[in-house]
C-alpha cells in the first residue's frame, strides 16, 4: 500500500505523553494532542485529540489532580506526522492518536477490537506461512524488549504469546490469527547474545526474506524500547527496512519506566526524539510512531486503531 504524507506546513503538534495523561493545553502556534485511554471499547474520539490549527485562547485541561511539573510536552512538526491516505488534516475534525504522530483517518473503524485470537501455525520459511491472503502485521525486536507482554496486551490474554515461546518456535515465524480476518504475526527476536552466530544468521536471512516477499504484510512493527537510549542494533534494523522501503510502524516499549533526569537517564520521549533523529537520514518520510507500555496498557488500543486504518485501506486497494 502506498502511504501518504503531509506537505510542509509552518506549524507544529504538541503532544503530552505522561501517563495517564495528566494535563493538556493549547498554546498558539502549536497544535495539540493527548487524551487518556484504557478501555477497548471506548469511542474513537477518547483514544485522540483534535487537531486545531486555529486554537482557542491558553487553555488548562486538568484529567488528575497530578501536578504541572509531570507534564511531558513533546512537539512534532507537522511534515513529521504519519497522515494515512485520503486523509485531511486541514478540517477541524482532524484527529491524532495519543502518544503517537498517527494520524485518524476514515479507515479507523469499530473492527479495532480484538474478539477472537488464535495460535495458527509456526514457520520457517515464507512460503510455508499461511496462504489465506488475509492481511498481516509482524512484531519484531531485539530479545527481551517486551514482544511478548505486548502481543498479550494487544490481544488482552494472558499467555498467548507463550505459545511462540515454546521449544522449537522462537525462531519460527509464528502466525496469530485475529477474529478470523488478520494475522499478528511473531517473529524471532535479534541480538540474542547466547545464540550462536550460525544460526542467528539464518534467522536473519529467513526474516528478511518474509520482509521482502511476504505479499499479505502490511506493515512490520519494530518494537524498540524507550526506557533507553538508542541501541545500535535497532538503528541497524530500522535503517535496514528504511532502505528496503518494508512498511514499518515503529512501537517504543516500557514507556512507563520514567528515569530521573539527575541520574543522567532520559525520558521515553526524549529517548523517542533520538532514534527517531539518527534514522531519519534512512527515510524520505518519518515513519508512523506509537509509545506504549504492556504495564499501563499505554498505546495498546492505538496501535489497534492504527492496524485497523491500515488494514481497512489495504483491503480496499
Ligand atoms: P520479549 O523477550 O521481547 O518477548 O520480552 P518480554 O515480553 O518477555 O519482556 C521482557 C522483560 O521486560 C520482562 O521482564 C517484562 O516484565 C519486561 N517488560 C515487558 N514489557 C514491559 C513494559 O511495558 N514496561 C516495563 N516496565 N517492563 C516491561
Redesign the pocket.
Given at each position: 500500500m502506498s502511504i501518504n504524507y503531509l506537505p510542509k506546513l509552518p506549524t507544529h503538534l504538541s503532544i503530552f505523553t505522561s501517563q495517564p495523561p495528566q494535563v493538556f493545553r493549547f498554546r498558539p502556534p502549536f497544535f495539540t494532542a493527548a487524551l487518556p485511554s484504557t478501555a477497548q471499547d471506548k469511542p474513537i474520539s477518547n483514544l485522540s485529540s483534535t487537531i486545531t490549527t486555529s486554537p482557542p485562547s491558553p487553555l488548562v485541561y486538568t484529567h488528575q489532580n497530578l501536578p504541572l511539573s509531570e507534564e511531558t510536552q513533546i512537539e512534532i512538526p507537522i511534515e513529521k506526522l504519519f497522515v494515512p491516505p485520503e486523509t485531511d488534516v486541514s478540517s477541524e475534525t482532524a484527529r491524532i492518536l495519543k502518544g503517537s504522530n498517527i494520524v485518524l483517518s476514515n479507515y479507523a473503524r469499530d473492527n479495532s477490537l480484538v474478539k477472537d485470537a488464535e495460535f495458527v501455525k509456526s514457520s520457517v520459511k515464507t512460503e510455508d506461512c499461511p496462504d489465506e491472503g488475509l492481511p498481516e502485521f509482524a512484531l519484531v525486536?531485539?530479545?527481551?524488549?517486551?514482544?511478548?507482554?505486548?502481543l498479550n496486551s494487544i490481544v488482552r490474554r494472558k499467555k498467548l504469546?507463550l505459545t511462540s515461546?515454546k521449544p522449537g518456535k522462537t525462531q519460527c515465524i509464528n502466525h496469530f490469527r485475529i477474529n478470523g480476518s488478520w494475522f499478528l504475526v511473531d517473529l524471532p527476536?535479534y541480538g540474542y547474545a547466547a545464540a550462536p552466530e550460525t544460526s542467528r544468521t539464518d534467522w536473519d536471512k529467513f526474516t528478511k526474506d518474509y520482509f521482502l516477499n511476504r505479499s499479505t504484510l502490511v506493515s512490520v512493527f519494530l518494537?524498540i524500547d524507550g526506557?533507553i537510549p538508542a541501541k545500535k542494533i535497532d538503528l541497524e534494523y530500522a535503517s535496514w527496512l528504511g532502505e528496503n522501503k518494508v512498511p514499518m510502524t515503529l512501537v517504543f516499549?516500557?514507556?512507563?519506566?520514567r528515569k530521573k533526569t539527575r541520574h543522567g537517564g532520559k525520558k521515553p520521549e526524549e529517548n523517542v526524539q533520538d532514534f527517531l533523529e539518527l534514522i531519519s537520514a534512512y527515510f524520505q518520510e518519518v515513519p508512523p510512531w506509537i509509545m506504549?507500555?504492556?504495564?499501563t496498557n499505554q498505546g495498546r488500543d492505538e496501535i489497534l486503531l492504527h492496524i485497523s486504518q491500515l488494514r481497512n485501506y489495504w483491503l480496499k486497494h
Open positions: 525486536g531485539r530479545s527481551n524488549v517486551g514482544k511478548s507482554s505486548l504469546a515461546k527476536g518494537l526506557s516499549t516500557k514507556c512507563d519506566k506504549t507500555s504492556s504495564i
